[in-house]
């Protein structure tokens, strides 16, 4: 019997191995790469110069466009023009070499860059009819774990690229890590106040700014890249750059969590709905709302048998799966028997609805239209959003609550859409006040002052008297008014209310 190898003999083997390894690493691959001209050329990139302001205020603009049309083509145009990587490269190796002027340089011109960015963004929504959320901008506004693993893959292979010449591959890692429509996202969260969006798309820019330049220091510093840093520096910075990964990988795997629930509960949601009907039945449309309190659900079915009691069965079963309450609604058309024939009524339910909604859209814009006295071209429709938005011309005699009362006329018959008449800039009516709180005609004209507010992105300027020009200044506060407060003695119970300018 041939005796085992001692433990001693195996550790000084796998010590030889690990040895044997390093030494061909570096003279098989870190003594093939030119440092010198790879930092220099990382150096001349992350200048903050005009023909870098020039292409990132080009690149913010095709992307904040092509979010709000919708367009992933064009939002892939702004992301190969951006020149905000190399500035991200460049704190990645300034980091991973110890220079820290380097690293000052490339920082500033990454600052600059990403605040020009999003005002720039943020400008063109204020400018622009269409501010409504797309599918391009709410795809950027829920970063998850994934996010993190694709900034950290596209990093390494775009680093990777740098160090050994093949600065080609980088065009499709800009693509890849997509750092200019976050921007472009958190610019229009800005510019039309939705929170929700701005620190979403933050998250998702930080996450991939982060991930870059920390995975870009731990591969220059693989590849050998000298570094003026004591070894309990470079130990501290390795234990830093992890913490870091570990910091953001929290959150995002907390959004991730809730999204698997969500893709599982749609599942679930799907088979309790079949399972309440036979074989041949089909579902042709579902529509699931997992923010509202509870949980609604829009369901279509395509059956060869009408069941009256479906939607108290599917509700009882969806319930007991989800552990939570639910609202369902099921809509049932009858078909013919088998497979096919419900397979051909989905297609012509599909295009019966398709054609309904388009006809729909048609004489809500011909009714905008008219009410707003403009053209019928004048009116912006989003069918995809349901959101139409109209700027009406001025009417004789019409005051604001006569813009108001048309709007809401017009919105009571289209529940399912987002109806926005922008009314011309009347004067705001005056705001009478009883002991400190707006009386009934008090409390509807902040009502009607906030309706036109926000329909026209305006700021208002209150006077009056200190307490009631403070009360009202936060009851518009409340509905996302921009205020400015104009104090005068012995004027209690009245608030005067008049439009200020932009900067106001």
């Known amino acids: 019997m041939m005796a085992s190898n001692p433990p001693e003999t195996r550790a000084h083997s796998f010590t030889r191995v690990v040895l044997s390894w390093r030494q061909w ?64 490269m460049g704190v990645g190796f300034a980091l991973a070499i110890g220079d820290f002027h380097w690293l000052k340089q490339a920082g500033r011109s990454l600052l600059v860059g990403t605040l020009l960015a999003i005002l720039f963004c943020a400008f063109v929504v204020l400018l622009s009819p269409l501010q409504t959320v797309t599918a391009e901008i709410a795809a950027r506004t829920r970063p998850n774990l994934f996010d993190l693993g694709v900034a950290l893959f596209s990093a390494l292979a775009g680093t990777y690229a740098m160090i050994r010449g093949r600065e080609g591959t980088v065009v499709g890692v800009a693509i890849a890590t997509a750092l200019m429509p976050p921007l472009a996202v958190v610019g229009f969260g800005l510019a039309t106040l939705n929170w929700t969006v701005f620190t979403g798309a933050l ?23 000298r570094t003026s840093l004591t070894e309990r520096q470079t130990q501290l910075q390795a234990l830093a750059i992890m913490a870091v990964f570990i910091a953001l990988a929290i959150p995002l795997g907390i959004s991730l969590r809730q999204i698997a629930w969500e893709a599982q509960a749609s599942r679930t949601i799907r088979g309790e709905l079949l399972d309440e009907f036979d074989n041949n039945a089909r579902l042709s449309q579902i529509d699931i ?68 909604d388009r006809q729909r859209a048609e004489e809500l814009s011909v009714r905008l239209a008219l009410v707003a006295g403009v053209a019928e071209k004048d009116v912006l429709l989003d069918r995809e959003r349901r959101h139409a938005l109209v700027t009406a011309k001025p009417l004789t005699g019409a005051g604001l609550a006569t813009y108001r009362e048309l709007e809401g006329r017009i919105a009571a018959t289209e529940p399912e859409w987002t109806i926005e008449l922008r009314p011309p800039a009347r004067p705001l009516p005056a705001i009478e006040f009883d002991d400190g709180e707006p009386t009934p005609q008090g409390a509807d004209a902040i009502a009607l002052i906030g309706w036109a507010a926000q329909r026209l992105g305006a700021p208002v300027i209150l006077s009056g008297g200190e307490t009631d020009v403070k009360r009202a200044a936060e009851l518009l506060d409340g509905q996302g008014i921009v205020t400015r407060e104009e104090t005068a003695s012995g004027r209690d119970g009245k608030v005067t209310a008049r439009w200020g300018a932009p900067g106001d």
């Open 289 to 356: 709302n997992f923010d509202a309190e509870p949980v609604t659900i829009a369901a279509t079915v395509l059956t060869p048998t009408i069941r009256s009691d479906a939607e108290e069965a599917a509700g009882r079963a969806i319930r007991r799966q989800l552990g939570q309450a639910v609202e369902i609604s099921i809509t049932q058309y009858q078909v013919g028997i088998g497979a096919k024939a419900a397979e051909e009524a989905q297609l012509a339910a599909a295009r019966a609805r398709e054609a309904a």
């Open 203 to 225: 998250l998702l820019f930080v996450t991939n700014l982060v991930t870059i330049a920390l995975t870009a220091a731990l591969m220059a510093r693989a590849y050998g890249f």
């Open 25 to 88: 690493w570096r003279k098989a691959v870190v003594g093939t790469v030119d440092q010198a001209d790879v930092i220099n050329r990382r150096r001349q990139e992350c200048s903050l110069s005009a023909r870098y302001l020039f292409m990132l205020s080009m690149s913010a603009g095709i992307a904040i466009l092509g979010l709000l049309l919708s367009s992933p083509a064009v939002v892939i145009g702004a992301m190969l023009l951006s020149p905000l990587m190399d500035p991200i």
